[in-house]
């Protein structure tokens, strides 16, 4: 019988995480079923998410129509559900984080999108969330942005675990470590234990593809001398990104500054790669798990992703090899005029506008379904059930 190739990858010093969260997986027990088979070690969500899993399926509707007879606004609604789902799938994963000492394991819950560009908002957020779920091995979500970068550093001070997400540029990624390991220092310098705090920075891969694809491709149209050079690197740029930012993960987390506060107990920053679905047919459906398989990293993964690899992956440790072609691909990008920082900052505008959109989204639908609930005979038992919960 063949081994199951998603559980090969922790050989590798790899970790799998599921890009996916809705209610009914952790009711029915699909995703117990994930951590025991699988080896699944980790859960994310975004707003994208949660706008999926209400829109989709029906899991919501009692708990929306019983906080929406409590008086509950939209917003209300939907920090209660998205509490009450993360304290639960943070519960069944409590035994992978306490048997890894607290390195593994993580339930991410994000700040709303609007506050991308604010520090402050973010941090307030980020506060009240940690609060609310009260769980060790939750994480989180704040973008990195400029405006991220000073929340991220002051939200690891005070120990909250923090997942960087809408990360693309390799010069934003420096800045990202330097962040938490700026509030890890001062955190030390308050004598506050730094053992329990941790941070992944999550790097999004298959849109960085996208998009430089699509600029290659109106190099190549213009049929230019540089068009053999331009083709040869169609689908490469985001996998050497990530190989160079895995290389600079370990400068940073292997230099003698961050040894004195691993003396101390710090956990490194862990790079976890997202976006990781092939949004390139002509590409393999594994593309961005193959490549990028290496010690002391994240996959996350959505769950048609994760699916195909259980089917036809073949893991082995490809992350630290084919460094210098990496260096190539990003040199000879630049060659051919196209700035890697600018598809980045255009990567992280669209990545924020999108998820202001799904919130948006999800906001509709849950005023929609809250004003069905008044237009309906009212339930008391559902109201008593939900009061006594």
């Known amino acids: 019988m063949k081994e199951n190739p998603l559980l090969k990858l922790e050989r590798f010093g790899q970790s799998v995480w599921l890009d996916f969260i809705r209610r009914g997986m952790i009711t029915s027990g699909e995703l117990a079923e994930l951590i025991r088979e699988d080896g699944l070690r980790g859960v994310t969500s975004n707003p994208s998410i949660f706008e999926k899993a209400v829109g989709g399926s029906h899991d919501y509707d009692q708990t929306i129509r019983a906080l929406a007879l409590e008086g509950k606004n939209a917003h209300q609604i939907y920090e209660s559900f998205t509490v009450e789902d993360i304290q639960r799938a ?86 990202v470590a330097e962040a938490y390991i700026a509030g890890l220092e001062a955190r030390a310098a308050q004598d506050g234990p730094l053992k329990l705090v941790a941070s992944v920075a999550s790097f999004f891969v298959s849109r960085i593809d996208l998009l430089v694809d699509s600029l290659l491709e109106q190099l190549i149209h213009r049929a230019g001398a540089k068009s053999e050079m331009e083709a040869a690197l169609r689908g490469k740029v985001a996998v050497a990104s990530a190989k160079v930012a895995y290389q600079m993960y370990q400068e940073l987390f292997f230099s003698n500054r961050f040894r004195s506060l691993a003396l101390r107990g710090a956990h490194p920053q862990r790079l976890l790669w997202a976006s990781t679905s092939t949004k390139n047919p002509s590409y393999s459906d594994v ?32 992350l630290e090899k084919g460094m210098t072609e990496a260096r190539q691909v990003l040199d000879r990008l630049a060659e051919i005029g196209i700035n890697l920082e600018e598809v980045a900052q255009q990567l992280e505008d669209d990545g924020i506008e999108k998820f202001v959109l799904a919130f948006d989204r999800l906001m509709d639908t849950l005023e929609k379904k809250r004003a069905e609930t008044f237009r309906e005979p009212v339930d008391r038992q559902t109201l008593h059930n939900r009061q006594s919960f």
């Open 90 to 175: 943070a519960d069944l994963f409590i035994h992978v984080y306490d048997e890894v000492g607290g390195t593994n394991g993580f339930v991410s819950l994000e700040v709303s999108p609007y506050l991308a560009h604010d520090t402050a908002g973010t941090v307030a957020e980020a506060r009240r969330f940690w609060a609310a779920v009260q769980r060790p091995n939750l994480l989180i979500k704040v973008p990195a942005t400029q405006e991220g970068l000073p929340a991220i550093q002051q939200l690891i001070s005070e120990g909250i675990n923090v997942n960087v997400t809408l990360l693309f540029g390799l010069e934003r990624y420096r800045e």
């Open 287 to 318: 593309k961005y798990v193959e490549a990028l398989i290496g010690p002391g990293t994240i996959n996350t993964v959505s769950l048609q992703t994760l699916n195909a690899y259980r089917d036809h992956g073949h893991p082995a440790s490809r």
